[in-house]
């Protein structure tokens, strides 16, 4: 079975790098099909229910569906295509698109897949029995059927301003979730943020069923994120108030690392240099992360990722644009 995810193309790397690694940490054994910023199409022995869970944990995916066809913009090639398909379940159906491609006349296309697809068929457009989803790009147009949709207000609702605890640096949950999904975690397996704040990271990982480990070297930021997580009702975590170098006193063989390190001149780091920070930190975080275990870590600019290579296996890196003025860089590594 082929599976077209959807993804949201807030970011060129990122969005297609979490659905791998959500797949293998699902332990979903897939090949790639097809893979750009618009879409990732896989191919899986896994069946729908298995691969509709991934809806629980993705934040940069719109839409998963059982992949149909892929065609130019050509009418008559879609209409061949379409006409090729034999879709076996019962029940109504509903044809609904979303076009990225300035360039294709979108009614056009969705015209003639309804024409094909609603053949003896109920139409209803609200909550029909099968959504038929026509994406269209500027590198192909995909169909499939939904089989999940990812609800992404859910972040929008946890953002920092609406927790118990505010503070103004703090990751979107949407981006916290893609960090906590690019580590490979597992539901019940323990992951540490070493620089939790106000506990965003922490959050999301804890609402997928991970065991979660926090700390920081300021009492108060402690206080909030315990506050934040009682707030939604987490459970399983341990907070501590701690230096990085003093983690392994808490905690040893953790298997992920998820972080966002000091980077301003806002962000406490008791005056220590920002380079010597992240180098004692990295080595830390070595020695509490268990073997084949990733670390995720947020950093200040490009060239501190060699830092983290004297201790980790780079495994890729994301630059992200969190505001006009600021880029900041994920970096993910591996203990080998």
Known sequence: MRYLFELSKEHNTLPTSEVISCLKAGKIKFETIVSNEDVLIVETNSGNDEIKRLTDRLSFTFYIDEFLFSSSPSIEEIKEKANKICISRNGSIAVKYKNRSEAINSQAVVKILA???????TVILNHPDIEIRCFITDTGIYVGIKIGEINRSRFEERKVQHRPFFSPISLHPKLARALVNLSGIRKNETLLDPFCGTGGILLEAGLIGVNIVGSDVENRMIEGCRKTLDFYKIKNYDLFCSDISEIKNHIKNVDAVVTDLPY???TTTKG?????LYLRSFEDISNILKDNGKAVI???????VSIGEKYFTLVEIHGFKVHKS????????EKQ
């Open 115 to 121: 024409e094909v697809f609603s053949k003896n068929r």
């Open 264 to 266: 301003g001149k806002s």
């Open 272 to 276: 220590e240099n920002i380079d010597s």
């Open 298 to 304: 947020g950093l200040a600019n490009k060239k501190s």
């Open 326 to 333: 600021l880029t900041r860089y994920f970096a993910v590594y």
